[in-house]
């Protein structure tokens, strides 16, 4: 019990620290997730982090607070997803707070201006760096690049939106898995006939 309640608080304080500086959103989280408890503490593999941003975006609700609550859980277990969404979610609400009672005076400002716009240039490397890192991991097969190749086409090319997107995916892995189930099944049928 002890443990896991250290645990939590460990997850609230890791969460509450990058929340303070999401600045691109979720996918700035997860470089920071990965290098933190990937590569830092190793807590989990890439594998398992790429499982955690595939059920966590799939999932109605918002992307980094799911895969967060996903990630407290498998960590720390109830209180570990609480703790951990509680701190993604916290400096949002206070920063938003203070910003919507100044927003009149600062939305005209110079220097909040040109912050933001230093805020936007450093994101893009970041959301770059997490999307080839954890992009290795996802595309070790044939299969996986040629359908990441069709997703990328059909998302930039026609009006799918994502839902329908994902939605193809899924039937398209299912219908690959029951192809290669029965294509072995005969295999095996063919091999004992010829025996």
Request: some cysteine.
């Amino acid at each position: 019990m002890k443990d896991r309640v250290k645990k939590g608080l460990e997850l609230f304080v890791f969460f509450f620290k990058i929340g303070c500086f999401t600045f691109g959103g979720g996918w700035s989280i997860l470089a920071q997730m990965e290098q933190e408890f990937v590569d830092k503490r190793k807590w989990l593999t890439k594998s398992e982090l790429l499982d955690m941003v595939a059920v966590g975006r799939s999932v109605p609700g918002i992307m980094i607070t799911n895969i967060s609550m996903i990630f407290g859980y498998f960590v720390g277990g109830v209180f570990g997803g609480f703790c951990a969404v509680l701190g993604i979610t916290t400096p949002a609400i206070l920063i938003l707070s203070i910003v919507t009672m100044f927003y009149s005076k600062l939305k005209d400002n110079v220097w909040c201006a040109s912050a933001l716009r230093g805020i936007r240039s450093a994101v893009v490397p970041i959301i770059a760096s997490a999307a080839f890192s954890l992009g290795k991991e996802a595309f070790k097969t044939k299969i996986s690049v040629a359908a990441g190749v069709i997703a990328l086409l059909l998302c930039a090319f026609t009006n799918i939106g994502n839902i329908e997107l994902v939605g193809l995916g899924v039937g398209s892995v299912v219908i690959w898995q029951l192809f290669s189930v029965v294509n072995k099944k005969m295999k095996k049928k063919v091999k004992e006939v010829e025996e």
